[in-house]
């Protein structure tokens, strides 16, 4: 398969970093871009010149997904892992999970000139780090891949410098993917719902989510969103049995619609997305499966119903919907989790480091949605369906829901109002109320800070 003008300039520049003597390099490519197709094409590089290389990955599912792909791209390899119908240890060219090569010590690890690491995101385990270390140690060069950099942990272990070849935008504008439409039929309301790791706690969520009404507005939603000609639909779930509920309540209003999860048999799960595909079924339910190494083209909505603060988790949801297909124009993101407005757009470049240090999309760059057709889009812009433009003074005239009526705010003042934006955004990241006085305080000074968010010191808080 020949290489895409900006895979080519990928790989040239991996290259050039080599050369300049720097062996941890990580390539950062959107869902869809062809990461694959970049490191398959330097394996055979390394294969043709007598080179060996591993490719790691986390789990058994991912370490097939990886075989199938490096068969498609023609690179012979082998895969270390007991029972595996493709295990040739003899081969140059091996797969590993990072849980096997933990398991079996690192004295039955195979030698290695070049490591990829795939899905790079998650090479974040003390297995990751060791491995890391014991291929660093012998002059290895790395190739971590990844869609979603955006980790609160450092990298450094597999990486120093980053390649970001094209920005999805990029990719969207020269056809090689296509764009969404975003939709927000509703929020929920997170604020009884605890955060544990970086994320909302499971069980909290499917308590909101799991709510009879929010479930059928998510499937009277779908029906006036898609119209008379529905398009397949992925959905993103809280817990199997939130997946499931879903998928009852699309069937019982006559939409043709499957669940799946982790223990759904490999053969049933590839039968429901082949008639997703083909039009049979109309929905497919999940719980975060489908989120990493599936390629679905033909689907055309995106329905998110998982809250989460994980940005690299809504990019790589979201990221379902946006290869091309013949006759797909764009893919719908439908959002009744609240994840477009937490997290913007999944064009939005956001700043990000090997350090481990994100800038959060912020509110001052914050989506806004139609009041009428539910079209999410950024403020300063106009609702697609209808031309709606927000009121020019956002700060004296934003519009707010409130207990289901609407409220206009007159006459805020500008600390006020940006007081309220942060309390919003400190909700989102679980951010320490001292976060808000330190804002405040940034902006208006000490005096305005102080009176605003008064620091009180209670040794139970």
Known sequence: ?????????????????????????????????????????????????????????????????????????YVPHGVIMASHWNYRPHERIQICSIDTLVARGKETWPEADLVVIDEAHMALSPGYCELAAHYDSRGAFFLPVTATPYVTESLRHIANVVVRPITMTELIEQGYLVDAEYWVPSTPNLRNVGVRAGDYIVADLEKVMGQVQLVGDCVDAWKKICGPQPRPSLYFCVSVPHSKQVAAMFTAAGVPAAHCDADTPEREREAIIRKLGSGELSVVTNVGIFCTGVDIPPLGCVGMLRPTQSLNLYRQQAGRGSRPHAGKENFLLIDHAGNVKRHGKI???????????????LPGKSIVECPTHFRAFYRGEQCPECGWVPPVEVREQEIVVNDGELVRLVDEPEEDYYLRQLERQRKIYG???????????????????????????????
């Not at 959107?30 to 790691?56: C, E, H, P, Q, S």
């Open 1 to 73: 398969m020949s290489l895409r003008p900006y895979q080519t300039s990928a790989k040239e520049a991996i290259r050039a970093h080599y050369a300049a003597g720097e062996r941890k390099v990580l390539l950062h490519l959107d869902t869809g871009g062809g990461k694959t197709t970049v490191f398959g094409d330097i394996l055979k590089d390394v294969y043709n010149n007598g080179g060996r290389a591993i490719m790691v990955v986390k789990g058994r599912k991912l370490v097939d997904q990886a075989c199938a792909r490096l068969v498609r791209e």
């Open 347 to 361: 064009t939005e470049e956001i700043p990000y480091s090997l350090d481990g240090k994100i800038k959060k999309f």
């Open 431 to 461: 951010y320490k109320r001292g976060w808000l006085f330190h804002k405040m305080k940034e902006k208006f000074g000490e005096e305005i800070a102080k009176a605003k968010c008064p620091q009180r010191t209670f040794f139970w808080r």
